[in-house]
């Protein structure tokens, strides 16, 4: 396993940092470069973090300083938001779906705009938020996504229109258009084609005297897993140049973007402890004082980490790695290749900084791991 | 969908309680009779509540009070059992990994005895619980189970003699063996070739000087999702019928069942309400205040829900139904017949009794539905 993403100075740090396990260190130093990084590679674009990736304060904070905004889901994404004292113009809510709840404490505190997919959503927004700035969600292709979020959200071109009109109609102020490429998107086609579809409904819009401004890119931007996966200067070049030909002379133009995992996924490791270990017939099982249910839910969508002991000794055992609950579910890796482990011994998940401790739950009566700051 | 499990009098109640969505009504007096149902379908048999399935006060209290034991699977869950004033002879862990807060903890509350499946284990439990009694859980067949939990735990008949006598050997109190069926078990089968299994090692065990009394027959016990789902009537006989055919003669023999799903599986209801709807091609979204994150993980397991609207009126359209976050994966049901469905309505998924706020959480800023109990 080679340490593309998370960088081996990340787990060095890490490696001496003498926490109590289970714990999630997070650099967030790193999370700053990784900020400057992507806004760097889309000239003119702006970043609203997607708060859902990791909402730990730390993090917030240290993005808030920089400047970022916030895409919030819920009420509570929107007071976490509020309470750090972001200006609520830097605060927009990317949720097609909203309650009524969070559309009046959105409306009364003032962020910037909310995104609609459905004439239920204009009409409810029009309804508890009036007056609004929205933008439409269009459904693209999710193919080149790790986690492909297709099918739940977005409408069609027409619709799209429709609900721009719609709005319109409501009191609102249709300002613009977003998408979303799929979460950790590891090609640069699916942003194209997405700018492609994008660019057909803004000409059409504005022979209907909407003149859109808003164009929400969406999250997806991806770690480097392998060598494969597109880079944000080769994400930012294709950008870049869709908008140039499929969104030409927009004056007043905004460019956002809603990276998640981007900014935090591989600036985080799990570190965990050994509290078992057991032969069952040719395998060689481990029990780790976290698992599946406590932090490395995305396991079950397919997701990997990968997985370093204390030193960088060579591997000469072959491990099944297993959270500490009674549920066989709570299987983290097979076929792990480590050096030799002993009760105590501890493991680094390394690219965990993302959808870690935001879906983590206490089944079993195990807690979820506390957030560290490398300082 | 029809109303085996769940039934009428319930779901009849609970859309007459007009708390606050989402949320999970628990009928607790039919936790009493669910119980009791067991405890008669086994005769000699005891039950030691799986805690995991739901720690909900309200269900540990009702169980207390009926005289049941609790299985224990961490910290946690042991000081759950204690502080309600369960003796802590009625408590047992069979959680095959424990750390050594855990073990420490047990052994200086008196805790009944505790699994082991692992060199590794006894081992530890004689450390940090000198003196203490141990059962040994073996690996049976799970291939009658909807959630199957066998190769994470359990041994051999040949280490299972092993680690009785490595107990013996370090001053622990062999006791007994444990195995568990699987998860929502629905075929006698399974309880048959496990005790078939226990028999052989019981008897093997004696010719060592090793007299076993305490037979843990785990959970799995079904909710009767539909009609082919055996009863705790047809589980208790061949349970009995095996126990009589492969352990006969066990002066103070110890009968032990550890129930979670059937205790309170078919005895819970989550009530949640639509709060947005899409057109998505030719399907329908529904948008609910709770979904996949919050408590019904377990649909990531396979799990299905059997789900009602506010009346018994004709379905007359599908629906997909998806939970409140911004992930795809958070997707609920599809295809599901319902009435016509608006923005405010509420929808009611039975046999969500289990393993629900249990495995919930907080992601996105979502709440984990609160419990409401049905007096």
């Known amino acids: 396993m080679t340490l593309i993403a998370t960088r081996q100075s990340v787990l060095d740090r890490v490696r001496t940092h003498r926490a109590m396990t289970p714990f999630l260190a997070l650099d967030t130093g790193r999370v700053i470069e990784s900020y400057h990084r992507l806004l760097d590679a889309v000239p003119g674009g702006e970043i609203y973090y997607a708060v859902k990736a990791n909402s730990h304060k730390a993090v917030l904070s240290v993005l808030a300083a920089q400047g970022s905004g916030f895409d919030v889901a819920s009420l509570t994404e929107l007071e976490k938001a509020l309470a750090l004292g972001v200006s609520p113009e830097r605060i927009i809510g990317s949720n097609p779906i909203k309650n009524e709840k969070f559309l009046r404490r959105a409306h009364e505190a003032g962020i910037y705009a909310v995104v609609a997919d459905s004439t239920d959503e204009v009409e ?16 693209v292709d999710n193919s080149g996504a790790v986690f492909p979020l297709d099918k739940k959200f977005g409408v069609s071109h027409e619709q799209a229109i429709e609900e721009l009109l719609l709005a319109r109609n409501l009191g609102l102020q249709p300002i613009g258009l977003a998408f979303h490429v799929g979460s950790q998107c590891v090609t640069v086609r699916n942003w194209i084609m997405a700018l492609r579809s994008c660019g057909a409904i803004w000409h059409e819009a504005a022979q209907y005297g909407i003149h859109l401004t808003f164009l929400d890119m969406g999250g997806g931007y991806p770690i480097p897993t392998d060598e494969t996966v597109a880079t944000f200067g080769e994400i930012g070049e294709a950008i870049s140049d869709a908008i140039a030909e499929f969104i030409p002379e927009t004056p007043g133009l905004r460019v956002i973007m809603e990276p998640g995992r981007a900014m935090v996924g591989d600036n985080g490791v799990l570190v965990l402890t050994v509290e078992g270990r057991a032969q069952r017939g040719e395998k060689t099982w481990l029990y780790l004082d976290s698992g599946v249910f406590n932090g490395m839910g995305e396991i079950l969508e397919g997701s990997t980490y990968p997985i370093f002991a204390d030193t960088d000794a060579p591997a000469t055992h072959t491990y099944t ?24 011994d501890r493991l680094y998940f390394t690219n965990a900084g993302a959808y870690t401790i935001e ?17």
């Not at 879906?359 to 300082?375: H, M, Q, R």
């Open 124 to 139: 409810k927004i029009a309804r508890f938020a009036p007056g609004m700035r929205v933008y439409i969600r269009l459904a």
């Open 359 to 375: 879906y983590g739950s206490n089944f079993n009566g195990f807690a979820i791991p506390e957030v560290e700051i490398l300082e």
């Open 321 to 344: 790695l297993a959270g500490p609950s009674c549920d066989s579910f709570d299987t983290i890796a097979r076929d792990v290749d480590l050096p030799e482990m002993q009760i105590g």
